[in-house]
Structure formats: structure tokens, C-alpha cells
């Protein structure tokens, strides 16, 4: 299994940001596919999930801001990111569970910064 994060960069706050997740070597509709963010010398924290039935659950200060997203058919997730603020500022890493005593599968992460 491969998941590969792109789409972060450097962008003014209010500005927005799409990060994508290419997946390979599964069975991508079958995995429930998550955003994490870490901040160095903090704990990885939960930014947005979606199930394999297209269920949604956000971190509460993302929510109306951020959208996740899947295409099954190019195997990808999405986060779309609005109206920025400098703390979302973070590496942001993509993982994939099959089931919740299953393994978990991560990705290489795509850095966010959000200026002031």
C-alpha cells in the first residue's frame, strides 16, 4: 500500500489550499481514508475522516471550512481547505484503515503554512 500526499504550500490567510491522496496497492473503496496534521513537538491530531460510505466527521475548528472528499474511481481523497489560518499551519498526512482493528496505513505528508 502507497499513499501519496500532495497540494500543501505556502498561502495567505483567507486564502485556500486542495490536498490530495493518491492510494495504491488496495482496494481503495473499501478504506475509510483520514487527514491528519502534526505540529512539530505535538501530537498527530485528527483533521477530517470519510468512511468507505462517504461518511464525514471534522475536528471542530475545521467545520464549514474544510471539506473531505473521495473519488473511488482515481482512488484519491481530497481536502479542501478555505478560509486559512495561520494555526492550521502543519505538516498534513494521510492515512488509510480497512476496519477499526485493522492496520494503518500512512502516507508521507505535504506541508501547510498559513500566513498572517
Known amino acids: 500500500v502507497q499513499l501519496q500526499a500532495s497540494g500543501g504550500g505556502v498561502v495567505q490567510a483567507g486564502g485556500s489550499l486542495r490536498l490530495s491522496c493518491e492510494s495504491s496497492?488496495?482496494?481503495?473503496?473499501?478504506?475509510?481514508m483520514t487527514w491528519y496534521r502534526q505540529v512539530a513537538g505535538k501530537e498527530r491530531e485528527l483533521v477530517a475522516r470519510i468512511s468507505d460510505n462517504y461518511r464525514t466527521t471534522y475536528e471542530d475548528s475545521v467545520k464549514g471550512r474544510f471539506t473531505i472528499s473521495r473519488d473511488n474511481d482515481k482512488e484519491v481523497v481530497y481536502l479542501q481547505m478555505n478560509a486559512l489560518k495561520p494555526e492550521v499551519t502543519a505538516v498534513y498526512l494521510c492515512?488509510?484503515?480497512?476496519?477499526?482493528?485493522?492496520?494503518?496505513?500512512w502516507g508521507q505528508g505535504t506541508q501547510v503554512t498559513v500566513s498572517s
Open positions: 492515512s488509510a484503515q480497512a476496519a477499526s482493528w485493522s492496520v494503518i496505513y
Open positions: 496497492g488496495m482496494n481503495f473503496r473499501m478504506y475509510t
